[in-house]
């Protein structure tokens, strides 16, 4: 018998975006809840935001098996923290440790761009950006996925940050507020919903500030 | 002075049928200071006595949170209690990586019977000087269970180990049958009292107990110390106005019931004359 | 010189190989729904060796403990060797005697972590699996991919199920779907795919599962026509056809 499939891959770019932005006591972190593979929707209702400690959330896309499996790693990590720390980890210590997950397998890297977003020690928000194999750094806002290049330059225009190329440094967290920030993630997603085949069905937007925890759905285009 | 010929080794029988190392091992456990649980349909409850080894130092930790739906509570040497915890801790973050669900607690218990039971039966080895109380929930209900170092296990309703617990177990035999519909505070309040019980005149602070929760909706959490003085002042169980009677032996031994790794001497009195008493206490 | 190009360490996919690089005898889609008392399954009994039919009466829905049922497309040697790390598995469960079973949610997740292991280890169950199960009146179903997609959703299908079927569910799926309702969407999706889908066989079984049990049906054929004009001759009135 002839070979009838093409070369088998471990990947799979299973799509989707994801958006985030820290402000002075808040982090918005928002992303659509489509999965799809090549041009089938698989579902509509899988959630790409994950809680990984009380002040930290992380939203991941990419291979959706690899972003699973770097989900439960990191939720195993933070219990053996809890259990040995007696506390929750913070913000920027689950960054660093997101960053070291990846780089441990630099040479068969999870195929995930992750989003992680939450409130640092001092009660500020604070956003994380990865690339797959490890290398971050800490941003006042930032978008990941298949619609990244759409998203990227509209928050660019619209949150107002201070340029990250001033000098002395500024503060990269936005001065608008937790209501603005929201607005600008919804008007986001619906416009790269127009353009993006893989970004659609529903935008999930989690809120954290001093109070807790907030989520917001929004539904997007289902085409 | 007679010198017993079968306790130098852990796998070594008495003609009678006993292995003593393992027996002494079960008398560390009597050496620590006091652990109580019990339980109703939804709630198990754990409470431990804690005694500091010097006026200088601060007690030990002998409660352990092992996962959401279970805890332990130990009492005999309190390091081996946490290499038993973190195994315990591994085996629920295991399983719950594998099958997004929490750990029976009944399946746990019996893997930590196995591993005791591995220590009575290797030359190189020596058994866990440590008794566990283990609380659980699970689809099945609230569980307590008692793991000791023979690899013996029991489920109960309610059970005390450590120094002066026959005090604790005499409570707790009275008023056990009602224990099954028993509030969440109510399990609480009888176990301040059996901590009480064990404290021969002592009175009863925060300060020298703590108390641990889980049950339906409510996640496995160590009471802290504010709260527990609360309730000890709401329940006005203070103690000291009823001295519990002098147990039977025990008492007798000055007790200096801690879980540190105490020297050695202790079980040298007790088991040698336990020898020809007859009844192999393996089995508790 | 002369070397073979390196490919970064990876392990050689070609050479002598032992894994499974593309498969041999495959079953084609299954598709399963939720449905008001618990999950229903089909999936026809062909297994084609490349596009020819080899074998016409392959179980391709199995019950798996007490509570789940699983279905699988592709790779059928692979699928016997997945149903026999399960019989273990619940063997093991079994074992414990203590009241407690795995359900639906646990096998899911565990054939999850199965066939993302394999990937991993380039070597894959090349497979698409559909989980469904009823536990403590819980509803759940759930799919894996053979590199490790995996999700839960009201309707899954796998392969040309996916196209063909996926878009008549999302028009005609609804939470309520009573037994006779949910077998006659089953049926039109699997008539469906009949008609579409080369490697698909007019010989199916549709598996129920509740908080009762598993029941599997008899295989029977569906009522399909084919005197529709366009079949009988599809290039009537295309210009510059033969």
């Known amino acids: 018998?002839?070979?009838?499939?093409?070369?088998?891959?471990?990947?799979?770019?299973?799509?989707?975006?994801?958006?985030?932005?820290?402000?002075?006591?808040?982090?918005?972190?928002?992303?659509?809840?489509?999965?799809?593979?090549?041009?089938?929707?698989?579902?509509?209702?899988?959630?790409?935001?994950?809680?990984?400690?009380?002040?930290?959330?992380?939203?991941?896309?990419?291979?959706?098996?690899?972003?699973?499996?770097?989900?439960?790693?990191?939720?195993?990590?933070?219990?053996?923290?809890?259990?040995?720390?007696?506390?929750?980890?913070?913000?920027?210590?689950?960054?660093?440790?997101?960053?070291?997950?990846?780089?441990?397998?630099?040479?068969?890297?999870?195929?995930?761009?992750?989003?992680?977003?939450?409130?640092d020690n001092e009660g500020k928000g604070c956003v994380y950006t990865y690339d797959a194999v490890g290398s971050y750094e800490r941003a006042g806002y930032s978008s990941q996925g298949t619609a990244s290049t759409l998203l990227m330059p509209y928050l660019d225009k619209m949150l107002k940050s201070p340029s990250p190329l001033l000098l002395p440094a500024q503060d990269a967290v936005t001065p608008l507020s937790e209501s603005e920030a929201i607005d600008i993630i919804k008007n986001a997603f619906a416009a790269a919903t127009e353009r993006d085949i893989y970004t659609g069905d529903k935008v999930e937007i989690v809120i954290l500030n001093a109070h807790g925890i907030r989520r917001e759905y929004m539904e997007l285009r289902k085409d | 002075m007679f010198r017993n010929q079968y306790d130098t080794d852990v796998t070594t029988w008495s003609p009678a049928g006993r292995l003593f190392q393992v027996e002494y091992a079960m008398e560390a456990v009597k050496q620590g200071s006091a652990a109580i649980g019990l339980r109703s349909k939804t709630h198990v409850v754990l409470a431990c006595v804690n005694k500091a080894s010097s006026e200088l130092s601060s007690h030990q930790k002998k409660i352990f949170k092992v996962d959401d739906h279970i805890g332990v509570a130990i009492a005999g040497l309190t390091a081996d209690g946490r290499v038993l915890s973190r195994y315990m801790r591994n085996e629920c973050i295991n399983y719950s990586f594998t099958y997004e669900s929490p750990l029976p607690v009944g399946r746990l218990v019996v893997q930590l019977a196995d591993k005791a039971q591995v220590c009575t039966q290797r030359s190189w080895k020596r058994p866990y000087g440590v008794g566990l109380l283990v609380a659980g929930l699970d689809e099945l209900g609230a569980h307590l269970y008692y793991n000791c170092p023979s690899g013996n296990y029991f489920e109960y309703q309610a059970f005390a180990i450590g120094s002066r617990s026959q005090a604790a177990k005499t409570?707790?035999?009275?008023?056990?049958?009602?224990?099954?519909?028993?509030?969440?505070?109510?399990?609480?309040?009888?176990?301040?009292?059996?901590?009480?019980?064990?404290?021969?005149?002592?009175?009863?602070?925060?300060?020298?107990?703590?108390?641990?929760?889980?049950?339906?909706?409510?996640?496995?959490?160590?009471?802290?110390?504010?709260?527990?003085?609360?309730?000890?002042?709401?329940?006005?169980?203070?103690?000291?106005?009823?001295?519990?009677?002098?147990?039977?032996?025990?008492?007798?031994?000055?007790?200096?019931?801690?879980?540190?790794?105490?020297?050695?001497?202790?079980?040298?009195?007790?088991?040698?004359?336990?020898?020809?008493?007859?009844?192999?206490?393996?089995?508790? | 010189m002369d070397q073979k190009p390196s490919n970064c360490g990876l392990p050689s996919l070609e050479a002598d190989s032992q894994r499974t690089l593309y498969p041999y005898v495959t079953g084609t889609s299954v598709v399963a729904l939720k449905y008001k008392d618990g999950i229903l399954m089909a999936a026809d009994m062909g297994g084609s060796y490349g596009s020819t039919l080899r074998y016409k009466s392959v179980e391709r829905i199995k019950p798996i403990g007490k509570h789940s049922l699983l279905g699988a497309s592709g790779e059928l040697s692979d699928f016997q060797e997945i149903l026999r790390y399960l019989d273990e598995l619940i063997l093991y469960d079994n074992m414990w005697d203590d009241g407690n079973s795995l359900g639906p949610k646990e096998v899911h997740s565990y054939l999850t972590r199965v066939m993302y292991n394999r990937r991993n280890k380039f070597n894959p169950l090349w497979n698409s699996l559909v989980l469904g199960g009823v536990k403590n009146g819980q509803r759940y179903l759930g799919t894996v991919s053979m590199i490790g997609v995996n999700f839960e959703d009201n309707h899954v299908a796998t392969g040309f199920g996916n196209h063909l079927a996926r878009p008549i569910l999302r028009e005609e799926w609804h939470e309520n779907l009573s037994f006779e309702d949910g077998v006659r969407l089953l049926e039109k999706c699997m008539r469906v795919l009949l008609y579409r889908d080369r490697s698909a066989v007019n010989k199916f079984q549709v598996a129920k599962i509740t908080e009762e049990g598993v029941t599997i049906s008899q295989p029977y054929s569906l009522k399909t026509s084919w005197g529709f004009s366009a079949f009988k001759n599809p290039t009537l009135g295309a210009e510059g056809s033969w």
């Not at chain 1, 070369?7 to 820290?22: F, K, L, M, Q």
């Not at chain 1, 002040?55 to 098996?65: E, P, T, V």
């Not at chain 1, 499996?69 to 960054?95: F, T």
């Not at chain 2, 709401?234 to 001295?243: K, L, M, S």
């Open chain 2, 171 to 284: 409570y707790l035999e009275r008023r056990f049958e009602n224990f099954m519909d028993s509030s969440r505070d109510d399990l609480i309040k009888d176990a301040l009292i059996s901590v009480r019980e064990t404290l021969q005149g002592e009175k009863l602070k925060s300060s020298i107990c703590t108390v641990a929760v889980v049950g339906v909706g409510e996640p496995f959490h160590i009471l802290d110390q504010e709260t527990v003085q609360q309730l000890i002042d709401a329940f006005e169980i203070v103690g000291e106005d009823e001295p519990p009677a002098p147990e039977q032996g025990e008492a007798a031994a000055p007790d200096q019931g801690e879980d540190a790794p105490a020297p050695a001497p202790a079980p040298a009195p007790s088991p040698a004359p336990a020898a020809d008493e007859g009844a192999a206490p393996m089995d508790i």
């Open chain 1, 1 to 119: 018998m002839t070979k009838q499939q093409a070369n088998w891959s471990p990947y799979d770019n299973n799509g989707g975006s994801c958006v985030a932005i820290a402000g002075a006591d808040y982090c918005v972190i928002a992303a659509d809840t489509r999965m799809s593979t090549g041009y089938n929707v698989l579902t509509r209702e899988y959630s790409k935001i994950t809680k990984l400690a009380d002040k930290c959330l992380m939203a991941s896309s990419g291979f959706q098996a690899d972003v699973k499996a770097l989900q439960k790693l990191l939720a195993a990590r933070h219990l053996i923290y809890q259990h040995q720390h007696n506390k929750q980890m913070s913000c920027p210590a689950m960054a660093q440790l997101l960053s070291n997950t990846l780089y441990y397998k630099r040479f068969f890297p999870y195929y995930s761009f992750n989003l992680l977003g939450g409130l």
